[in-house]
């Protein structure tokens, strides 16, 4: 475990993806994918797994004639085989008794053979995500390097290379021995506190009431409630929202479940100002608010998802005192935002009926009826489309049945997945999750993942006392009322292993007193696999440093795994609270990521003792950024960064080529010595592919200061003295 303090050692250099693999055919993608893993056997299978398959019972869609059934091609003899109907598709499944994580599949294929194939698993031999697949299978004798978990694993056949079906000597599993533990329960029921409501239920006011009095101003308290509400109508409700708090339908579209009344955020236990109203969330709901306009005055790590405002939204608090930035996805306002006070907010891929006022950063992706790009004033920056999204998965009622809906991805987005029709995506039936409640081990959590479960986390706070694994393709990872994962005795909290498609979402990382390397792992070091077509989403997962009580980590966030979306994280090293100070909550970089193709939406990244976010990967891309420096940087040496001042809020390393940034701002609030400088906020490679746009630096209140704003380019903070006054850059270069 390095010290605390001392930066991790950069990742050793690995061939960069070209972007050839942008834009040549997924043809040729899929051919050079079976080349390498044909010929490029895993540490894992140099170890000597376990032939898995052999002798178990195995099924077929379809059998040749009597002499090739499907036995022959598991019973370990090269003289025998099983052999398909002549059609597409075709399939053949192995039952291996019980799940067993897999290293391994050996195809050896008769001259009648696949072109196009996938290898698939599956816990339950009825739902199944892919392990490997290809268009240009060669024949022969196959190799297929894979990872996973499963008790099923089929090849499935979708155009044969010759006239005849398909026709396999051997197919072959290969891996480590099940576990010998006890089968973890799917499914079951969501803890005493998450409050299912239906219009029936009496007394709905009065619990909202009674848990927004404990949860108002209990910033760092352990209370965690989620309030899920049946498809209806529910008249006269005001939900007042405190910290720790999640909102939201039970309808697969937020007009399922409609409130003749108003889900509020203000701010009146801390004054009139909302600049520390964090970690809260409304999901899938339809308001038609009493007084035509809903009030919803928060700051970081809140989100508003997947909701329709039947009238305005108010984004600012009562009195309309400070506010400092916030979140919107997949919604449609009727009316107009007022944004007010808000000095940064990021909406996208929704539908507004107008925005009223910027104050320094106000920016909009795929967004109908999002202002035009003003920047630098009014301050606006608007992108059309969203170049990849895919919204967060949610829980819903299937009739009586719970599910969660993991919705699609998305190319060039705009507007919301739902106004339209049904939206695509998939359901996924609570019994293939285990539902974790506060006292679950890591290891349990584990077994589970390994055993082919999903993970839904109700609300509560986990300790783990090693890393919670998540090393199968298409894992969701499902937090309820911001449950929070506090790892002890420095260890990472979650690792997610290299495959695709695994999506994190709404739950809270809280560093320990004990120094862990990093908090949260997407991907290990090294990754190199091309997830386009199904990328890892971390979606409303924030990071603690500090705050409710000491906590340190060197570096908050890795990503290694290429193609990744940051979809909406605050990753925080705290300036109040309880185990604050310079070295008492020590926590050097926020955000580092070193795979290829990673996207941001919605960044926010705050107070790290040296760099906040760092960027090694090629085409990185970030859509909307708030920063704030470290407040207690005891003088100017402690942040002296060899010969420049201060570390830059967001850089881009030098080996970078490509790299492109919209709306992005850092602030400077030096509150120990006033006197510090910063050379720049932000410091990247001056190259034709690095690209930004709509940037700004601020000294809030004269409280230290900006020489530039990126790299030497950018108006010094210094003339404007305590006003507060934005120094800003169009474009870069």
């Given at each position: 475990?390095?010290?605390?303090?001392?930066?991790?050692?950069?990742?050793?250099?690995?061939?960069?993806?070209?972007?050839?693999?942008?834009?040549?055919?997924?043809?040729?993608?899929?051919?050079?994918?079976?080349?390498?893993?044909?010929?490029?056997?895993?540490?894992?299978?140099?170890?000597?797994?376990?032939?898995?398959?052999?002798?178990?019972?195995?099924?077929?869609?379809?059998?040749?004639?009597?002499?090739?059934?499907?036995?022959?091609?598991?019973?370990?003899?090269?003289?025998?085989?099983?052999?398909?109907?002549?059609?597409?598709?075709?399939?053949?499944?192995?039952?291996?008794?019980?799940?067993?994580?897999?290293?391994?599949?050996?195809?050896?294929?008769?001259?009648?053979?696949?072109?196009?194939?996938?290898?698939?698993?599956?816990?339950?031999?009825?739902?199944?995500?892919?392990?490997?697949?290809?268009?240009?299978?060669?024949?022969?004798?196959?190799?297929?390097?894979?990872?996973?978990?499963?008790?099923?694993?089929?090849?499935?056949?979708?155009?044969?290379?010759?006239?005849?079906?398909?026709?396999?000597?051997?197919?072959?599993?290969?891996?480590?021995?099940?576990?010998?533990?006890?089968?973890?329960?799917?499914?079951?029921?969501?803890?005493?506190?998450?409050?299912?409501?239906?219009?029936?239920?009496?007394?709905?006011?009065?619990?909202?009431?009674?848990?927004?009095?404990?949860?108002?101003?209990?910033?760092?308290?352990?209370?965690?409630?989620?309030?899920?509400?049946?498809?209806?109508?529910?008249?006269?409700l005001n939900a007042q929202i405190g910290f720790y708090t999640q909102i939201a339908g039970l309808g697969l579209k937020p007009d399922d479940t409609t409130f003749n009344g108003d889900v509020t955020v203000d701010a009146?236990?801390?004054?009139?100002?909302?600049?520390?109203?964090?970690?809260?969330?409304?999901?899938?709901?339809?308001?038609?608010?009493?007084?035509?306009?809903?009030?919803?005055?928060?700051?970081?790590?809140?989100?508003?998802?997947?909701?329709?405002?039947?009238?305005?939204?108010?984004?600012?608090?009562?009195?309309?005192?400070?506010?400092?930035?916030?979140?919107?996805?997949?919604?449609?306002?009727?009316?107009?935002?007022?944004?007010?006070?808000?000095?940064?907010?990021?909406?996208?891929?929704?539908?507004?009926?107008?925005?009223?006022?910027?104050?320094?950063?106000?920016?909009?992706?795929?967004?109908?009826?999002?202002?035009?790009?003003?920047?630098?004033?009014?301050?606006?920056?608007?992108?059309?489309?969203?170049?990849?999204?895919?919204?967060?998965?949610?829980?819903?009622?299937?009739?009586?049945?719970?599910?969660?809906?993991?919705?699609?991805?998305?190319?060039?987005?705009?507007?919301?997945?739902?106004?339209?029709?049904?939206?695509?995506?998939?359901?996924?039936?609570?019994?293939?999750?285990?539902?974790?409640?506060?006292?679950?081990?890591?290891?349990?959590?584990?077994?589970?993942?390994?055993?082919?479960?999903?993970?839904?986390?109700?609300?509560?706070?986990?300790?783990?006392?090693?890393?919670?694994?998540?090393?199968?393709?298409?894992?969701?990872?499902?937090?309820?009322?911001?449950?929070?994962?506090?790892?002890?005795?420095?260890?990472?909290?979650?690792?997610?292993?290299?495959?695709?498609?695994?999506?994190?979402?709404?739950?809270?990382?809280?560093?320990?007193?004990?120094?862990?390397?990093?908090?949260?792992?997407?991907?290990?070091?090294?990754?190199?696999?091309?997830?386009?077509?199904?990328?890892?989403?971390?979606?409303?997962?924030?990071?603690?440093?500090?705050?409710?009580?000491?906590?340190?980590?060197?570096?908050?966030?890795?990503?290694?795994?290429?193609?990744?979306?940051?979809?909406?994280?605050?990753?925080?090293?705290?300036?109040?609270?309880?185990?604050?100070?310079?070295?008492?909550?020590?926590?050097?970089?926020?955000?580092?990521?070193?795979?290829?193709?990673?996207?941001?939406?919605?960044?926010?990244?705050?107070?790290?003792?040296?760099?906040?976010?760092?960027?090694?990967?090629?085409?990185?891309?970030?859509?909307?950024?708030?920063?704030?420096?470290?407040?207690?940087?005891?003088?100017?040496?402690?942040?002296?960064?060899?010969?420049?001042?201060?570390?830059?809020?967001?850089?881009v390393d030098d080996s970078v080529n490509t790299h492109e940034g919209w709306g992005l701002g850092s602030y400077c609030?030096?509150?120990?010595?006033?006197?510090?400088?910063?050379?720049?906020?932000?410091?990247?490679?001056?190259?034709?592919?690095?690209?930004?746009?709509?940037?700004?630096?601020?000294?809030?209140?004269?409280?230290?200061?900006?020489?530039?704003?990126?790299?030497?380019?950018?108006?010094?903070?210094?003339?404007?003295?305590?006003?507060?006054?934005?120094?800003?850059?169009?474009?870069?270069?």
């Amino acid at each position: 475990m390095p010290a605390v303090g001392t930066p991790l050692a950069r990742p050793p250099h690995r061939p960069p993806r070209t972007t050839l693999r942008r834009t040549l055919a997924g043809v040729l993608t899929g051919a050079m994918t079976a080349v390498l893993l044909a010929l490029a056997p895993s540490p894992e299978a140099e170890a000597a797994p376990t032939l898995l398959s052999q002798g178990k019972p195995v099924t077929a869609s379809s059998q040749e004639h009597v002499g090739t059934p499907a036995a022959d091609a598991v019973d370990g003899n090269n003289g025998t085989r099983w052999s398909s109907a002549a059609s597409d598709p075709q399939w053949l499944r192995v039952d291996l008794g019980t799940a067993a994580p897999l290293s391994q599949v050996v195809l050896r294929w008769e001259a009648a053979y696949a072109k196009s194939y996938r290898i698939e698993l599956s816990a339950n031999g009825t739902d199944w995500t892919t392990a490997y697949s290809t268009t240009t299978g060669a024949g022969g004798t196959e190799t297929l390097n894979i990872s996973g978990t499963a008790r099923y694993v089929r090849m499935l056949g979708l155009t044969r290379a010759t006239g005849y079906g398909y026709s396999l000597y051997e197919f072959q599993v290969f891996g480590g021995e099940g576990g010998t533990g006890p089968t973890l329960p799917g499914g079951g029921d969501l803890g005493p506190n998450v409050h299912v409501m239906d219009p029936s239920t009496p007394g709905i006011q009065a619990k909202l009431d009674q848990v927004f009095k404990e949860q108002e101003s209990a910033q760092f308290g352990t209370g965690r409630h989620a309030f899920l509400f049946k498809p209806g109508t529910y008249n006269g409700l005001n939900a007042q929202i405190g910290f720790y708090t999640q909102i939201a339908g039970l309808g697969l579209k937020p007009d399922d479940t409609t409130f003749n009344g108003d889900v509020t955020v203000d701010a009146g236990w801390f004054n009139g100002n909302a600049t520390q109203n964090f970690w809260r969330s409304a999901e899938n709901l339809a308001l038609n608010p009493v007084s035509g306009t809903n009030r919803w005055a928060v700051s970081q790590a809140a989100s508003f998802r997947r909701m329709h405002v039947k009238g305005g939204l108010n984004l600012a608090p009562n009195g309309y005192g400070w506010a400092s930035g916030g979140y919107i996805a997949d919604s449609k306002v009727d009316g107009q935002v007022g944004n007010y006070s808000q000095q940064q907010w990021y909406t996208r891929d929704s539908s507004i009926g107008g925005w009223s006022n910027s104050v320094w950063n106000q920016v909009f992706s795929g967004t109908e009826g999002a202002p035009a790009t003003g920047f630098p004033e009014p301050r606006y920056t608007t992108l059309n489309n969203t170049p990849i999204s895919r919204e967060k998965p949610f829980l819903y009622l299937d009739g009586n049945e719970y599910k969660v809906f993991a919705p699609a991805k998305r190319t060039n987005a705009r507007g919301t997945t739902w106004a339209n029709g049904t939206p695509a995506g998939t359901s996924v039936p609570l019994s293939q999750f285990y539902v974790v409640k506060p006292g679950t081990s890591a290891a349990t959590m584990n077994a589970a993942v390994a055993q082919g479960l999903h993970l839904l986390f109700t609300p509560g706070i986990y300790h783990v006392d090693r890393p919670i694994e998540i090393n199968r393709a298409n894992t969701i990872v499902l937090g309820l009322g911001l449950a929070t994962i506090i790892p002890d005795n420095g260890v990472t909290a979650m690792k997610v292993a290299d495959v695709d498609g695994v999506r994190l979402a709404g739950f809270l990382i809280d560093a320990g007193p004990v120094n862990s390397p990093t908090l949260l792992e997407v991907g290990p070091q090294g990754s190199a696999t091309d997830h386009a077509a199904n990328p890892t989403t971390v979606q409303d997962v924030y990071i603690r440093i500090g705050g409710a009580g000491p906590g340190k980590a060197t570096t908050s966030m890795v990503v290694n795994s290429d193609d990744a979306i940051i979809d909406h994280t605050w990753i925080w090293r705290a300036d109040h609270g309880a185990g604050v100070g310079w070295e008492t909550n020590r926590a050097d970089y926020g955000l580092r990521v070193n795979g290829d193709d990673v996207l941001a939406t919605g960044l926010f990244v705050e107070h790290f003792n040296k760099y906040d976010v760092e960027w090694y990967g090629e085409r990185g891309r970030t859509i909307f950024y708030q920063n704030e420096k470290a407040y207690d940087a005891p003088n100017q040496a402690a942040i002296q960064n060899g010969a420049t001042k201060g570390y830059a809020s967001y850089r881009v390393d030098d080996s970078v080529n490509t790299h492109e940034g919209w709306g992005l701002g850092s602030y400077c609030n030096y509150n120990v010595d006033p006197n510090i400088r910063q050379d720049h906020g932000f410091k990247v490679p001056v190259k034709p592919g690095v690209k930004f746009h709509s940037l700004l630096v601020v000294s809030l209140g004269g409280m230290g200061h900006y020489n530039h704003v990126i790299n030497d380019t950018g108006a010094s903070t210094v003339p404007s003295g305590t006003s507060t006054v934005p120094s800003t850059v169009t474009s870069f270069p």
